[in-house]
């Protein structure tokens, strides 16, 4: 059997076995794992360096299907490289309820899938951050230990997407030599031909940006597997087009928008078989085919274990300190790192904006935790992220920790998804709150995935000031606290915001947005051993009797309602005041516990700088609100919460009526 014609045969089996997972489930996307099975047979068959027996290996090549809906593709060729759990059944069972094949690549869900992709875009631009990673550990352990390269399948679609500039942007610069991007170049989308809607020229946009850049003939092994190997030599990004066919090898329907993204029909996949000479029955992979994948599979093993004996000769402590942060163990002196610095604070009781007393915490925490990697979106001094002795990685030095990320708030915190995938280190950046909106499909993507991902935005309310309406955020706080699994955490001081930190570290499997103030605020919280924050409510400031008012607030507007209380007690009114640093962490507590945090009192009141929305589920139906209905203004800030009302004697206000009302 000729080479060309045994590979033949292999990409055959992946187009075959997809289009028959398509035929079944009667929905998917046929046409880029029959055009791209080329590709994917050089790319997996002969260049991957990877291990069926050991997916999670850390120093195996990373493979992202950035067009995640071409997800037959990695599920076919899964199986047959020999992963064990993507057995033929799981094939039967694509894009049914509980498989292991859902209908876009789910890295929580199947072993060999490294992450989750289906939105356009962000399979690139997570990719990104995976190479980053790679470079980052290489520079702390070793060539020896870190040496692996990312590879990227992407659509037209993926490139159109904005973000995918930001990402090329970014790799460009920093000299991502080790990322690998096979553009699926088939002229094709989903409304037809490419041309109706674009005619950019993406090899000089890549190359524009610091990108290697080459065209090859999709369908020719040899040009594929030559171009990924000078890819290697370039010194920099690369970007290969490999002009393929949609739905390569079906007599009506290849190179044509209908094969896309549905079945192909019984009729047009009988005569793709007649076409491609494939004699084999729906799911079923010839014993000459199968071996051969097989084999190519289990070639990763004897790579794999020289590596391990290669990580067995580093000394004892670098060997413990590589398998901590690869399985993101937190180090044991951090508590006491957190335990000091929350007794100091509630000491000194210095009143400064949360983002300041953030900017605290990472000074005293980042010297223990040497796998945090920190950013900005080119707001470093804003959102003080940057620890002191931090030292920027540079495209020719990547030993540092922290990120000059530049305006790109969608490619970076999609890069960070990739940090966090690739493992070893933990990512954190920082922009402001209101433009949180551009990083949100990545955040949601982080939840989703579950991965320990913290962003840190601060200017959080109108209480940012002069900037105006375009810079407050208002609805903000609501949205992210409708993304599940994202815990977000406003800390009211100093000492609540070590709690949030401690608990966004310790939080493995899920993301954090630490919510932070511009204004300064009083330390309140009581600073002991205890991380109050944990509970995501707890009372800050008791009642002087039987309370008859309780108020609940959030951030800066605890100081506030701590303000209220003082006149509301003045007023021979027993007021108490609880702070709700995470919402998500009080919905998790037992019923008994959340009514205990809540009280009795017959008076509640919230009070936010932001729209109502969300409070309910915490106070159900009966309390007042104090908070925005609106956008903001320019104007000091100061005078921006007595314009819209969020002021102490508001609060007492409405604490006063409702006490009426009951």
């Given at each position: 059997?000729?080479?060309?014609?045994?590979?033949?045969?292999?990409?055959?089996?992946?187009?075959f076995l997809s289009m028959d997972a398509v035929e079944a489930a009667n929905s998917g996307h046929p046409g880029l794992p029959m055009g791209a099975a080329d590709i994917a047979t050089v790319l997996f068959a002969q260049v991957l360096k990877i291990d069926p027996s050991a997916p999670h290996w850390p120093d195996r090549d990373r493979f992202v299907l950035s067009a995640g809906h071409g997800s037959m593709?990695?599920?076919?060729?899964?199986?047959?490289?020999?992963?064990?759990?993507?057995?033929?059944?799981?094939?039967?069972?694509?894009?049914?309820?509980?498989?292991?094949?859902?209908?876009?690549?789910?890295?929580?869900?199947?072993?060999?899938?490294?992450?989750?992709?289906?939105?356009?875009?962000?399979?690139?631009?997570?990719?990104?951050?995976?190479?980053?990673?790679?470079?980052?550990?290489?520079?702390?352990?070793?060539?020896?230990?870190?040496?692996?390269?990312?590879?990227?399948?992407?659509?037209?679609?993926?490139?159109?997407?904005?973000?995918?500039?930001?990402?090329?942007?970014?790799?460009?610069?920093?000299?991502?030599?080790?990322?690998?991007?096979?553009?699926?170049?088939?002229?094709?989308?989903?409304?037809?031909?490419?041309?109706?809607?674009?005619?950019?020229?993406?090899?000089?946009?890549?190359?524009?940006?610091?990108?290697?850049?080459?065209?090859?003939?999709?369908?020719?092994?040899?040009?594929?597997?030559?171009?990924?190997?000078?890819?290697?030599?370039?010194?920099?990004?690369?970007?290969?087009?490999?002009?393929?066919?949609?739905?390569?090898?079906?007599?009506?329907?290849?190179?044509?928008?209908?094969?896309?993204?549905?079945?192909?029909?019984?009729?047009?996949?009988?005569?793709?078989?007649?076409?491609?000479?494939?004699?084999?029955?729906?799911?079923?992979?010839?014993?000459?085919?199968?071996?051969?994948?097989?084999?190519?599979?289990?070639?990763?093993?004897?790579?794999?274990?020289?590596?391990?004996?290669?990580?067995?000769?580093?000394?004892?402590?670098?060997?413990?300190?590589?398998?901590?942060?690869?399985?993101?163990?937190?180090?044991?002196?951090?508590?006491?790192?957190?335990?000091?610095?929350?007794?100091?604070?509630?000491?000194?009781?210095?009143?400064?904006?949360?983002?300041?007393?953030?900017?605290?915490?990472?000074?005293?925490?980042?010297?223990?935790?040497?796998?945090?990697?920190?950013?900005?979106?080119?707001?470093?001094?804003?959102?003080?992220?940057?620890?002191?002795?931090?030292?920027?990685?540079?495209?020719?030095?990547?030993?540092?920790?922290?990120?000059?990320?530049?305006?790109?708030?969608?490619?970076?915190?999609?890069?960070?998804?990739?940090?966090?995938?690739?493992?070893?280190?933990?990512?954190?950046?920082?922009?402001?709150?209101?433009?949180?909106?551009?990083?949100?499909?990545?955040?949601?993507?982080?939840?989703?995935?579950?991965?320990?991902?913290?962003?840190?935005?601060?200017?959080?309310?109108?209480?940012?000031?002069?900037?105006?309406?375009?810079?407050?955020?208002?609805?903000?706080?609501?949205?992210?606290?409708?993304?599940?699994?994202?815990?977000?955490?406003?800390?009211?001081?100093?000492?609540?915001?070590?709690?949030?930190?401690?608990?966004?570290?310790?939080?493995?499997?899920?993301?954090?947005?630490?919510?932070?103030?511009?204004?300064?605020?009083?330390?309140?919280?009581?600073?002991?051993?205890?991380?109050?924050?944990?509970?995501?409510?707890?009372?800050?400031?008791?009642?002087?009797?039987?309370?008859?008012?309780?108020?609940?607030?959030?951030?800066?507007?605890?100081?506030?309602?701590?303000?209220?209380?003082?006149?509301?007690?003045?007023?021979?009114?027993?007021?108490?005041?609880?702070?709700?640093?995470?919402?998500?962490?009080?919905?998790?507590?037992?019923?008994?516990?959340?009514?205990?945090?809540?009280?009795?009192?017959?008076?509640?009141?919230?009070?936010?700088?932001?729209?109502?929305?969300?409070?309910?589920?915490?106070?159900?139906?009966?309390?007042?609100?104090?908070?925005?209905?609106?956008?903001?203004?320019?104007?000091?800030?100061?005078?921006?919460?007595?314009?819209?009302?969020?002021?102490?004697?508001?609060?007492?206000?409405?604490?006063?009526?409702?006490?009426?009302?009951?």
């Amino acid at each position: 059997m000729s080479s060309r014609h045994s590979h033949d045969r292999m990409a055959n089996a992946i187009r075959f076995l997809s289009m028959d997972a398509v035929e079944a489930a009667n929905s998917g996307h046929p046409g880029l794992p029959m055009g791209a099975a080329d590709i994917a047979t050089v790319l997996f068959a002969q260049v991957l360096k990877i291990d069926p027996s050991a997916p999670h290996w850390p120093d195996r090549d990373r493979f992202v299907l950035s067009a995640g809906h071409g997800s037959m593709l990695l599920y076919s060729v899964l199986h047959l490289m020999g992963f064990p759990k993507v057995t033929m059944e799981e094939i039967k069972r694509f894009r049914q309820l509980g498989s292991l094949t859902p209908g876009h690549p789910e890295n929580f869900v199947t072993e060999g899938i490294e992450t989750t992709t289906g939105p356009l875009g962000q399979g690139i631009a997570t990719a990104v951050g995976m190479a980053m990673a790679e470079k980052a550990l290489q520079a702390r352990y070793g060539a020896e230990v870190v040496d692996h390269h990312t590879y990227v399948l992407c659509s037209d679609g993926d490139l159109m997407e904005g973000i995918s500039q930001e990402a090329a942007d970014l790799a460009g610069h920093l000299k991502l030599s080790k990322l690998i991007v096979l553009w699926d170049d088939n002229l094709i989308s989903i409304d037809g031909a490419t041309s109706l809607s674009g005619s950019t020229d993406q090899l000089a946009r890549f190359a524009a940006s610091g990108w290697s850049t080459t065209r090859v003939d999709g369908h020719d092994p040899a040009a594929i597997l030559a171009a990924i190997e000078a890819a290697k030599a370039s010194g920099k990004p690369s970007l290969i087009a490999c002009r393929t066919t949609i739905g390569f090898g079906a007599p009506k329907k290849a190179g044509s928008e209908k094969a896309h993204g549905s079945p192909l029909g019984a009729e047009e996949i009988a005569a793709t078989r007649a076409a491609l000479g494939w004699e084999a029955a729906p799911f079923e992979v010839p014993a000459d085919v199968l071996d051969a994948w097989r084999a190519a599979g289990a070639a990763g093993k004897a790579r794999r274990t020289a590596w391990e004996q290669r990580l067995a000769t580093l000394p004892a402590d670098r060997q413990a300190e590589f398998q901590r942060t690869q399985a993101g163990r937190l180090p044991e002196a951090l508590a006491d790192a957190f335990a000091a610095f929350k007794a100091k604070a509630a000491a000194d009781k210095a009143a400064v904006a949360t983002r300041k007393s953030s900017e605290m915490v990472l000074d005293a925490i980042t010297p223990v935790v040497p796998e945090m990697l920190g950013g900005s979106a080119d707001l470093t001094g804003s959102n003080n992220t940057k620890a002191k002795g931090a030292k920027a990685i540079t495209p020719d030095d990547f030993s540092g920790s922290f990120v000059h990320w530049g305006v790109r708030e969608h490619g970076m915190s999609a890069a960070m998804n990739g940090i966090a995938l690739h493992k070893g280190l933990i990512p954190f950046s920082g922009g402001f709150l209101v433009f949180s909106d551009y990083c949100r499909p990545a955040i949601r993507l982080a939840a989703l995935m579950g991965e320990r991902v913290i962003h840190v935005l601060t200017h959080d309310s109108i209480g940012l000031g002069e900037d105006g309406p375009t810079h407050q955020p208002v609805e903000h706080l609501a949205a992210l606290r409708a993304i599940p699994d994202l815990l977000v955490l406003r800390p009211a001081d100093t000492v609540e915001t070590a709690e949030c930190w401690q608990i966004a570290l310790e939080t493995t499997d899920r993301p954090s947005a630490l919510i932070l103030s511009r204004q300064n605020l009083p330390v309140l919280a009581p600073g002991g051993g205890e991380n109050l924050s944990r509970g995501g409510a707890y009372e800050i400031l008791p009642a002087s009797g039987k309370a008859q008012v309780s108020l609940f607030a959030t951030g800066s507007e605890v100081s506030l309602a701590a303000e209220a209380k003082k006149m509301l007690e003045a007023q021979g009114v027993p007021t108490r005041v609880v702070s709700v640093p995470c919402f998500e962490l009080f919905l998790e507590r037992p019923a008994a516990e959340r009514a205990a945090v809540i009280g009795d009192a017959p008076a509640k009141v919230a009070v936010e700088a932001a729209v109502r929305m969300g409070w309910a589920d915490l106070l159900g139906s009966d309390f007042a609100f104090v908070g925005m209905t609106s956008f903001g203004a320019s104007a000091p800030g100061k005078d921006l919460f007595k314009h819209f009302g969020i002021t102490p004697e508001s609060v007492v206000a409405k604490a006063l009526d409702r006490l009426k009302q009951n």
